[in-house]
């Protein structure tokens, strides 16, 4: 066989052609695909053997087919159009090189979220490009994916130049006493395919089906996290482009719905407001995995985890067995823990919606009196948290630049070369600053060593070498970053008035199989430390997860007066049962008591008991042992879902006394 191939003259060469190449790119995107399963195969490799391989052969290529026409659509027009003078040699090298380019971008994509997608749990879409619009150290990390994934990038030059030396083109010109026949072949083609790729974008042809979403790979898997297997990237892309990321469900009556469900939190006066600092730790990709003390059934009871400290501070702190991250990203976290706002279908900084009044922990301290101050180690504005953190009330914002003004910190020095200030140095410019603050203050920090591209400073490498999986050795370091910041807060006449709480943004790479599920990847710690001991100290029994911070907090310091948000107080007697709620590749996922219930939106589509059950392989959704439980689950997701979208489409994320106080008066808040 010659390379490129040649299709001889006839009426019908370009439409051959077509549809040789677009084969040829279903091949790429399947191989793809069956890259990204191979670069994540402990992701999906426990619940493979239920998966039904026609099924998820049958939905790639309904996605694959929507994301090959939309990106070659101006290909395909330019190969059909009933022109002669489209035989040109030149009008061929323009069209190959389109085709070559577009399908490029195509299968690099997808390669690179082969990576990508295991820290997000989801494939990539046009969110992304919001999220890191303002980092500047992209070009190194992708560096250091190339070298890490040698491999990935030779399948994709390869790859590359199967699309280049497999192109099929016509070849020769039609003479001139066929020319009619020509021209009715080439306008009948492209009639033929305009209908064609209209359905190809739509996800099928019948007037039922609405053009399919992300949401709609979950109809060929058995869990969310596995959709992305189904997807492709180009397509989340392309589907996200411009969307709408909340529309406002009917399910229920506005009476209904806060009768169920309200996130409004009602002024209390009969109690004395105390006026304690509050320290939160949000730490860089602290996983419940890693923690020994959460974790004592694991490995026959042998698992030690990697963090000998925060084992020490959990004997002396208030948490729950079952604590749950609200979200796949930073960018998730800082909503869920500092306002309680939880992630629903796209982090909330990359909405239109982010313009919202949005209150939050720093907001309403403010209202009695509290300074306070934020804490990140990157550049300043990174990630976009020195925009949130204003926008939610924080008085000021202390990130790289403010570090490196410091004179008894070396600001070159103590940079990972990657994203911020290394978690030692400046966990001990954060207690030594607070120092600065004027009581009682309310502080939060954003940690960043325990990431991507997993690697602690030179001086450590011998203390903590590499074991397990990448990230353990960063995890032991930030641990002990964590210890000498404790170690110097004790030394802090504001310490013993203070309330600190430490969770983790989100969770990340995992070597047990009941983290890799689609409510595992959200195991997230959550404590309360209270180093007067006026606090309950234990594990409790419990589900918890980061929007239950904001309330717990304020209620806890006897908070007077009303405020929006979406989580709960877990120390009320009166909240039960406790609850958690996120969302996963479309899927709202609701944890009560033992139970994880899986909602599209519309239909309710699994029930396990994850305690039980802790790999998630039987769905108990027609058991009916658990009908009358099912059906009041069902009806307070519905209640929260509903609630939020409401209140963001409305900008009414603050508390309203005209509305709110009379709904306080008429309604019992329930959780």
Same mark, same amino acid.
């Given at each position: ?124 879409? !046009? ?220 982090? !909330? ?76 140095? !400046? ?245």
């Amino acid at each position: 066989m010659k390379f490129p191939i040649a299709i001889k003259p006839s009426p019908y060469s370009n439409l051959i052609a077509t549809l040789c190449n677009l084969l040829l790119v279903y091949v790429v995107y399947m191989v793809c695909r069956i890259a990204y399963v191979w670069e994540n195969w402990d992701l999906f490799h426990e619940g493979w053997h239920a998966l039904s391989t026609s099924e998820l052969l049958r939905g790639g290529l309904r996605f694959d087919t929507s994301a090959i026409v939309y990106t070659n659509a101006i290909y395909i027009l330019l190969m059909l159009l009933p022109l002669h003078i489209k035989e040109r040699n030149w009008w061929h090298s323009m069209t190959k090189t389109l085709f070559i380019i577009v399908n490029s971008i195509g299968l690099t994509a997808n390669l690179i979220d082969a990576v990508y997608s295991r820290y997000t749990g989801r494939r990539t879409t !046009f969110s992304f490009f919001s999220e890191f619009s303002h980092e500047d150290n992209l070009g190194g990390i992708v560096g250091a994916e190339l070298a890490n994934h040698w491999y990935l990038l030779l399948l994709g030059l390869l790859l590359v130049a199967a699309l280049i030396l497999c192109y099929t083109k016509p070849s020769g010109r039609m003479s001139n006493d066929r020319l009619g026949l020509y021209y009715a072949a080439q306008s009948l083609s492209l009639c033929i395919a305009i209908p064609l790729c209209i359905c190809g974008m739509r996800g099928g042809a019948t007037k039922a089906i609405r053009p399919i979403t992300l949401s709609n790979a979950n109809q060929y898997v058995n869990q969310p996290a596995e959709a992305a297997i189904v997807l492709n990237t180009p397509f989340s892309i392309i589907r996200t482009i411009g969307k709408t990321s909340f529309a406002s469900p009917s399910y229920f009556s506005k009476g209904q719905m806060n009768a169920l469900y309200t996130p409004v939190h009602c002024a209390s006066s009969d109690r004395p407001f105390k006026h304690r600092n509050v320290v939160i730790l949000i730490v860089e990709s602290f996983g419940r995995e890693y923690i020994g003390a959460y974790n004592r059934h694991l490995e026959n009871g042998q698992y030690k985890g990697y963090t000998p400290f925060i084992d020490s501070l959990i004997a002396q702190s208030l948490t729950f067995t079952h604590t749950f991250a609200n979200g796949r990203k930073s960018i998730d976290g800082m909503p869920s823990i500092l306002s309680s706002i939880p992630m629903f279908v796209e982090p !909330f900084f990359l909405t239109p919606y982010s313009l919202n009044n949005v209150g939050g922990l720093a907001h309403e301290l403010s209202k009695q009196g509290y300074n306070s101050a934020f804490f990140h180690g990157a550049e300043n504005g990174s990630m976009g948290f020195q925009a949130f953190a204003r926008a939610t009330g924080f008085d000021a914002y202390y990130g790289r630049t403010e570090y490196n003004a410091a004179s008894r910190f070396d600001g070159d020095k103590d940079f990972d070369g990657t994203w911020a200030i290394w978690d030692e140095p !400046f966990l001990q410019f954060y207690a030594l600053k607070m120092t600065e603050l004027q009581q009682p203050f309310i502080t939060a920090v954003f940690t960043a060593s325990s990431h991507h591209p997993y690697v602690v400073p030179q001086e450590y490498q011998s203390q903590f070498p590499e074991e397990g999986i990448a990230i353990h050795k960063c995890i032991r370091y930030t641990d002990q970053a964590l210890r000498k910041f404790f170690a110097t807060a004790s030394q802090q006449p504001w310490y013993d008035s203070t309330i600190f709480v430490l969770t983790s943004d989100h969770t990340n790479l995992s070597d047990h199989d009941e983290f890799r599920t689609s409510i595992g990847v959200y195991a997230a710690p959550i404590l309360f430390f209270d180093p007067s001991g006026q606090l309950p100290r234990g594990c409790y029994e419990g589900v918890a997860q980061q929007i239950d911070i904001m309330p717990t907090l304020l209620n806890l310091l006897g908070h007077n007066h009303g405020y929006v948000a979406f989580g709960k107080d877990l120390l009320d007697s009166n909240t039960s049962p406790h609850w958690a709620v996120n969302y996963n590749n479309g899927i709202y996922q609701w944890v009560q008591d033992s139970l994880l219930l899986q909602y599209d939106g519309q239909t309710t589509l699994s029930l396990y008991n994850y305690e039980a059950d802790p790999l998630l392989r039987h769905n108990l959704l027609h058991s009916s042992a658990h009908t009358t439980q099912l059906h009041d689950m069902e009806q307070q997701l519905k209640a929260v879902i509903q609630s939020y979208m409401e209140r963001m489409t409305s900008n009414q994320l603050l508390y309203d006394t005209a509305t709110d106080s009379t709904a306080c008066c008429k309604t019992t808040h329930k959780e």
